[in-house]
């Protein structure tokens, strides 16, 4: 099983701020299947990125991800205030899915 | 547009069973796959298992292997999710997502969410 560690457990910014959020995954996730999800309190999580860098539809392109092998990262330039989440990293390259065990970004 | 509908809260006393519906519309059922996640209160996201929207097969999470059941009924585009012998720590929001999958493997991230089910254990 894939162990996906997320750094750092809260993010304490404040708004206009760059964002920079880790993932690191336990073995090499393969062909780069990693997604990052967005989730707000009593709201299902929102897929922001899929393979690595794509952006899914209608996602704000200052949302970007990189990364490749076991090192990911999620950066959000420019906070909005409806950025303040949860996020969660997921490797869906290999059984059993995994998750992270999310970042939360707070108002600081 | 997609969408995927949950059936509503549910309590169950432990050693009971609930049954999770998923109406999925907005999209050809077949062309996708589901898989469940679930999420404790204030935890993570815990993947359940997968089934095809194609042919119904399945695959699950080794922990919850035995006392899952993932069906889908394709004459009303719905997903069902079973689980047998509750717990005090299966209560938790259960989500149903579509995926894309090819000869059975996962190839795509979860791009659209019920919107959850609660299913509550009393202890």
């Known amino acids: 099983e894939i162990v996906l560690t997320q750094s750092p457990g809260t993010l304490s910014l404040s708004p206009g701020e760059r964002a920079t959020l880790s993932c690191t995954a336990s073995?090499?996730?393969?062909?780069?299947?990693l997604a990052w999800y967005q989730q707000k309190p009593g709201q299902a999580p929102r897929l922001l990125i899929f393979?690595?860098?794509s952006r899914a539809a209608g996602i704000p392109d200052r949302f970007s991800g990189s990364g490749s092998g076991t090192d990911f990262t999620l950066t959000i330039s420019g906070l909005q205030p409806e950025d303040f989440a949860v996020y969660f990293c997921?490797?869906?390259?290999?059984?059993?899915?995994?998750f992270g065990g999310g970042t939360k970004v707070e108002i600081k | 547009q997609v969408q995927l509908v949950q059936s509503g809260p549910e309590v169950k006393k432990p050693g009971a069973s609930v049954k999770v519906s998923c109406k999925a519309s907005g999209y050809t059922f077949k062309t996708y796959g589901f898989s469940w996640v679930r999420q404790a209160p204030g935890q993570g996201l815990e993947w359940m298992g997968w089934?095809?929207?194609?042919?119904?097969?399945?695959k699950y999470a080794q922990k919850f292997q035995g006392r899952v059941t993932m069906t889908t009924d394709t004459s009303t585009s719905t997903a069902y999710m079973e689980v047998r012998s509750l717990r005090f720590d299966d209560t938790a929001v259960y989500y149903c997502?579509?995926?894309?999958?090819?000869?059975?493997?996962?190839?795509?991230?979860?791009?659209?969410w019920g919107q959850g089910t609660l299913v509550t254990v009393p202890s």
């Open positions: 997502t579509r995926v894309i999958s090819v000869l059975g493997v996962i190839t795509g991230p979860f791009d659209y």
């Open positions: 089934i095809s929207g194609y042919n119904g097969n399945t």
């Open positions: 997921q490797q869906y390259g290999s059984s059993p899915l995994t």
């Open positions: 073995q090499s996730v393969r062909s780069s299947f």
């Open positions: 393979g690595a860098s």
